[in-house]
């Protein structure tokens, strides 16, 4: 009989803590849940603000990451009270996004450039973020030179270079820095890349300017009219 009182009564105790943690574990998932649906909506919103960016629509860019740093808001408070919950991937993910989205606008603006601390997210989303704004950069350098204007493409190229040589001075390990060393090498890519495009560019364009040069030296060739006054 003691035995049996003994067992009912462990299994009361047991449901008062089961009922508790469940409790818990509920807030949580709630908690998760709504995390999840705000970092979403950061990514999205800062998708669209970089392809506003490109397409020079700063005002509209502006807007969409106005709409992302306040979903990022949302996710994080919505995990304040759950710090486990909050050095999860997917919020990283979306801290990263929205940094991208910011700093790849400022880099095309040329203005400063806003820390960590000033947007809101971690030092690794942001060091994250950076790298592939940077990555984001050769797309409107290519569009630059598309337009023949090689002064801006240039000064792009060198933004992409000193992030690079900033980023290759992170010497931490990924787990610190989430997996910046990896980010960072496929900008290392990106920028060798555009370097060669760009390169190939203005050595056409100076030969180009040549040879208009020397064919105005020699005048029109035999059996060509001669230019109008």
């Known amino acids: 009989m003691a035995g049996e009182a003994a067992a009912g009564s462990r ?12 409790a818990e574990l ?32 700063e005002e509209r860019a502006g807007e969409l990451a106005g709409e992302a740093g306040a979903a990022l808001v949302e996710a994080q408070a919505a995990l304040e009270g759950f710090p486990a919950l909050l050095g999860a991937g997917f919020v990283h993910d979306a801290e990263k996004e929205y940094a991208e989205a910011c700093l ?7 203005g400063p450039l806003p820390g960590h601390a000033a947007l809101g997210v971690s030092a690794p989303a942001w060091f994250n973020g950076l790298a592939e704004a940077a990555s984001e950069l050769r797309r409107h350098t290519l569009d630059t030179l598309r337009a023949g204007e090689l002064a801006r493409a240039e000064r792009l ?3 992409m270079d000193d992030i690079y040589g900033v980023l290759v001075g992170v010497d931490f390990p ?9 980010t960072t090498d496929a900008l290392r890519a990106v920028l060798e890349r555009t370097r060669s ?9 100076r030969l180009q300017r ?5 064919l105005t030296r020699l005048g029109p060739l035999p059996g060509e009219p001669s230019p109008g006054p």
Not at 104 to 110: E, F, K, N, R, T
Not at 174 to 182: E, I, K
Not at 197 to 205: A, F, G, H, K, R
């Open 11 to 22: 299994r009361a105790e047991l449901e008062v803590h089961r009922a508790s943690a469940n």
């Open 26 to 57: 509920a807030d949580a998932h709630q908690a998760r849940e709504t995390a999840l649906r705000a970092c979403r909506a950061v990514i999205q919103a800062s998708g669209r603000s970089i392809r506003a960016t490109h397409r020079g629509e």
């Open 104 to 110: 790849c606008a400022v880099l095309v603006a040329g």
């Open 157 to 159: 190229l060198a933004e």
């Open 174 to 182: 990924d787990a610190v820095t989430g997996g910046l060393r990896r």
């Open 197 to 205: 495009d760009l390169t190939t560019t203005v050595l056409q364009t």
């Open 210 to 214: 040549r040879l208009d040069e020397v």
